[in-house]
Structure formats: C-alpha cells, structure tokens
C-alpha cells in the first residue's frame, strides 16, 4: 500500500511538471518552465524512486509500470478538468477500459 500511496503522490508533482506551465507560465520563456518544471520532477523523484524500490519485489517490473500509468491516468484526469479547466470527456472512460486490460494481464497469476 505505501508504494501505492507514494506512486500517486509522485504522480501529482509530475503531472504538475509536465503541464502546470501550460496554464501558468504561458507568457514566460520557455526556460523558465523547464527550470521551474525540473524543480518540481525533482521532489517527485525523491518520492518516486523509493517507492519504486518500496515495491520492486512485492510487484514485477512490469506490475510497476501498469500500475504507475493507472495512477497517471487517475491523477491525470482530476488535474485536466478542474486545474488546466478542460472539458471531461468519453475518452477518458475508454482509455480507462484500456488500462484495466492492461491490468488484468499483467497481474493475472
């Protein structure tokens, strides 16, 4: 469960560093979204990476990374619609059915 946690709080800082400055530093240059956006990825790393070794073990290699894109998507959709404003859509829907089927294999027994 901790590595679930720390997974989905990672993902929340780099969800930030990937397209918080889309909406927030629009008018500034671009290299300043990249230093201010390399600053953010860097606290998600120092989650990141220890719940990555948390979990390696208890979970395969490729039960991490389905895992981590679900996060991603759960996290992802939240921040699309109430933080950057975007409409919520179908697709988002599909694209989770998508993910389950990922799920399903990766994790089957």
Not at 41 to 64: C, D, H, K, W
Not at 74 to 103: I, R, S, T
Request: aromatic share 20%; glycine share 6%; net charge positive.
């Amino acid at each position: 469960m901790r590595t679930i946690v720390l997974l989905a709080l990672s993902n929340i800082f780099m969800t930030f560093a990937w397209y918080a400055h889309l909406k927030n530093l629009r008018a500034a240059p671009w290299y300043i979204a990249v230093i201010v956006s390399w600053g953010i990825a860097f606290f998600e790393y120092l989650i990141q990476v220890p719940a990555n070794r948390m979990g390696y073990g208890t979970f395969s290699l490729g039960q991490l990374k389905i895992m981590q894109e679900v996060i991603t998507l759960a996290v992802f959709v939240p921040f699309a619609v109430y933080y950057m404003g975007q409409p919520l859509k179908l697709d988002y829907l599909w694209a989770a059915c998508c993910l389950a089927g990922a799920v399903f294999f990766i994790f089957r027994g």
